[in-house]
T-cell receptor, first 112, second 111 residues
């Protein structure tokens, strides 16, 4: 299995631009999670889906952030407009209920 | 909000030394996981403990879940440079698979 796939691996953009991060979970996994990791705040859960339905988005920082999961094999996290404080590493993870969460390699985002 | 505090935040030791990392919370968790994260990669699960007082051993690593299921520790015996990384504890509740991650302990093991 290829594991969780994220793209792009690195993204540099200017403040105000739209950023879209992509994730392909492991086949057969019915949970998908988006996390953000910074030195200051550690690893924070932003939102998670079960069977493509958003279950808990209480970690989404503000309305500039949105996430979708149109099907079982694809999810996006969008930031519009982006700000410098959004700079972080964004991870996607997937799992089956009660089993191990598998993390992708992350997308390192820098907003100038 | 459930919080998991890890200590120490940073640890730099020499090869062969022993160390313990602590993970503490005021909340009860149904399970506690430990992850290791290497630079440029996502966290990788090391172990899951689910019973209060449970002790699990993974080669040179020993994991313990507190009796009250609010805290956990990770002990490494005879640390090696390959143990270098960020260690994260994570608490889980129920079957929703949602995890709350700790603040992290960054370990460096030098020759």
């Amino acid at each position: 299995d290829a594991g969780v796939i994220q793209s792009p691996r690195h993204e540099v953009t200017e403040m105000g631009q739209e950023v879209t991060l992509r994730c392909k979970p492991i086949s057969g996994h019915d949970y998908l999670f988006w996390y953000r990791q910074t030195m200051m705040r550690g690893l924070e859960l932003l939102i998670y889906f079960n069977n493509n339905v958003p279950i808990d988005d209480s970690g989404m920082p503000e309305d500039r952030f949105s996430a979708k999961m149109p099907n079982a094999s694809f999810s996006t996290l969008k930031i519009q407009p982006s700000e410098p404080r959004d700079s972080a590493v964004y991870f996607c993870a997937s799992t089956r209920a009660g089993e191990t969460q598998y993390f992708g390699p992350g997308t390192r985002l820098l907003v100038l | 909000t459930q919080l998991l505090e890890q200590s120490p935040q940073f640890l730099s030791i020499q090869e062969g030394e022993n160390l313990t990392v602590y993970c503490n919370s005021s909340s009860v968790f149904s399970s506690l996981q430990w992850y290791r994260q290497e630079p440029g990669e996502g966290p990788v699960l090391l172990v899951t403990v689910v019973t209060g007082g449970e002790v699990k051993k993974l080669k040179r690593l020993t994991f313990q879940f507190g009796d009250a299921r609010k805290d956990s520790s990770l002990h490494i015996t005879a640390a090696q440079p390959g143990d270098t990384g960020l260690y994260l504890c994570a608490g889980g509740n129920g079957t929703a698979s949602k995890l709350t991650f700790g603040t992290g302990t960054r370990l460096q093991v030098t020759l």
